[in-house]
């Protein structure tokens, strides 16, 4: 009986325990989503002629990361916006036109400027290489259109190629859309661009890779200065 009773308790205890423990990284992960959409944008690409009218001919996301020129600094993929001439950066009911916009020919980059008086928030870059497998990140992006969309799992490696780059890989979800939007570590702080999918299907399968922020900073810091 005295075993039944401290085994019940003992049960009662975890549980409770555990139930505390769920909740706390459930709120934590909702805080995380939150600090990385205000500084996450959708990046909408249009090749327009010189009436202003013309088709959509991209669509990616993007964030902040600094200033130039009393400019806000958007950092995204060349893929994202190399098909058109016109860039429309969408943020809660804003939306932004600017053809200020380049691009990286070794990386798959681009910065992006646009102006605005209201007082936005930048994101923090995490630097370093010690990047671990396991873990906890999120994706924040736009897939498909739906803006400030977040999904979250672990760093699965990083990996370098023969040449010596690197690549984080995630099982975060990754869409079209996501690209160029921000792979985010459990202090809030980016890692990585969300860049490519491996894929048989299209869709995302679990082999999600980002461009790590300590292989391009040194570019975007020279482009900022």
């Known amino acids: 009986m005295k075993k039944y009773i401290f085994f019940t308790l003992?049960?009662?205890i975890t549980s409770v325990v555990f139930s505390q423990s769920l909740f706390e990284y459930e709120q934590a992960l909702i805080d995380l989503a939150e600090h990385g959409r205000d500084f996450t944008v959708t990046v909408e690409v249009y090749n327009l002629g010189s009436d202003g009218d013309g088709p959509q001919v991209g669509l990616g996301s993007?964030?902040?990361?600094?200033?130039?020129d009393d400019k806000y600094v958007?950092?995204?993929?060349?893929?994202?916006v190399a098909p058109g001439n016109h860039?429309?950066?969408v943020f809660g009911d804003e939306s932004i036109c600017t053809e200020e916009f380049f691009t990286h020919s070794s990386y798959d980059l681009s910065i992006i400027?646009?102006?605005?008086?209201?007082?936005l928030k930048t994101a923090d870059l995490y630097l370093e290489q010690d990047i671990l497998?396991?873990?906890?990140?999120?994706?924040i992006g736009s897939p498909a259109g739906f803006e400030s969309t977040v999904t979250h799992g672990i760093v699965s490696a990083l990996?370098?190629?023969?040449?010596?780059?690197?690549?984080?890989q995630t099982d975060a979800s990754i869409n079209p859309g996501n690209s160029g939007g921000p792979l985010i570590n459990s202090r809030g702080q980016v890692i990585g661009v969300n860049t490519f999918i491996y894929s048989e299907s299209g869709g995302s399968e679990g082999l999600n890779f980002a461009i790590p922020m300590f292989e391009i900073y040194n570019l975007i810091e020279e482009?900022?200065?």
């Open 10 to 12: 003992f049960t009662l």
């Open 62 to 68: 993007g964030f902040i990361i600094g200033f130039k």
């Open 74 to 80: 958007v950092l995204s993929n060349r893929h994202v």
């Open 87 to 89: 860039v429309d950066i």
């Open 113 to 119: 400027l646009f102006e605005y008086d209201g007082e």
């Open 133 to 139: 497998p396991g873990s906890i990140v999120i994706a």
């Open 159 to 168: 990996r370098f190629d023969e040449q010596g780059y690197a690549v984080i």
């Open 223 to 225: 482009f900022i200065r």
